[in-house]
């Protein structure tokens, strides 16, 4: 499977602040990214998903990819409680995913 | 749209028995992949099927575990003379063809005595 590294966290945010997850990735052809969060106990919940160079927004949710650099990220803006979770960057490759190991966000109220 | 479904949730069993996991995918989704996921890991590629036909397994994948999708539709996953460290979440996920986003179930928690 390809490499996707992410920022280990833990990350602690205050309620209502900006959360950043940053996520590399091995294969320069990599062609599809997804964002998904995963409660503990949980299984990984689909949040956002990015084809293209540029951001995508979606609600306080962001992602960002720079495919030259090799670089996927999503923003968690208005940051909630609720939005405690574990964060996972996953990469198509061939069809499957490759993920990172998570992110784990607290969000402090 | 009814979700990915996993049955059952939870599975302890003792070590050396088998086990046998089942997952109905998303109706229209052609595309079935199983996952294992073990604790402060993301979830790891076991296999995965276009409608009957498994495309690919992993070379982590032991000749203990086979998986099946008769029909194109559910699929069941088999884990032969169980051993510790197989103790994991087994994830089912579905798609539809090509790059499009994968669902996730609930997954099935196996412990091994």
């Known amino acids: 499977q390809k490499e996707v590294e992410q920022n280990s966290g833990p990350l602690s945010v205050p309620e209502g602040a900006i959360a950043s997850l940053n996520c590399t990735y091995s294969?320069?052809?990599?062609?599809?990214f997804f964002w998904y969060r995963q409660y503990s106990g949980k299984s990984p919940e689909l949040i956002m998903f990015?084809?293209?160079?540029g951001d995508k927004e979606d609600g306080r949710f962001t992602a960002q990819l720079n495919k030259a650099s090799q670089y996927v990220s999503l923003l968690i803006r208005d940051s909630q409680p609720s939005d405690s979770a574990t964060y996972l960057c996953?990469?198509?490759?061939?069809?499957?995913?490759?993920f990172g190991a998570g992110t784990t966000v607290t969000v402090r109220a | 749209d009814t979700g990915v479904s996993q049955d059952p949730r939870h599975k302890i069993t003792k070590r050396g028995q088998n086990v046998t996991f089942r997952c109905d995918p998303i109706?229209?989704?052609?595309?079935l992949y199983w996952y294992r996921q073990t604790l402060g890991q993301g979830p790891e590629f076991l296999t995965y099927?276009?409608?009957?036909?498994?495309?690919?397994k992993s070379r982590l994948l032991s000749d203990r575990f086979s998986a099946e999708r008769p029909k194109g539709s559910f699929s069941t996953l088999e884990i032969q003379r169980t051993e510790q460290g197989d103790s994991a979440m087994y994830l089912c996920?579905?798609?539809?063809?090509?790059?499009?986003?994968?669902?996730f179930g609930d997954g099935t928690r196996l412990s091994i005595l």
């Open positions: 996920a579905s798609s539809l063809e090509g790059d499009q986003p994968q669902h």
């Open positions: 294969d320069r052809g990599s062609q599809s």
């Open positions: 990015i084809y293209s160079n």
């Open positions: 996953a990469v198509n490759d061939d069809y499957k995913l490759s």
């Open positions: 109706s229209e989704h052609n595309r």
């Open positions: 099927f276009q409608n009957e036909a498994q495309l690919e």
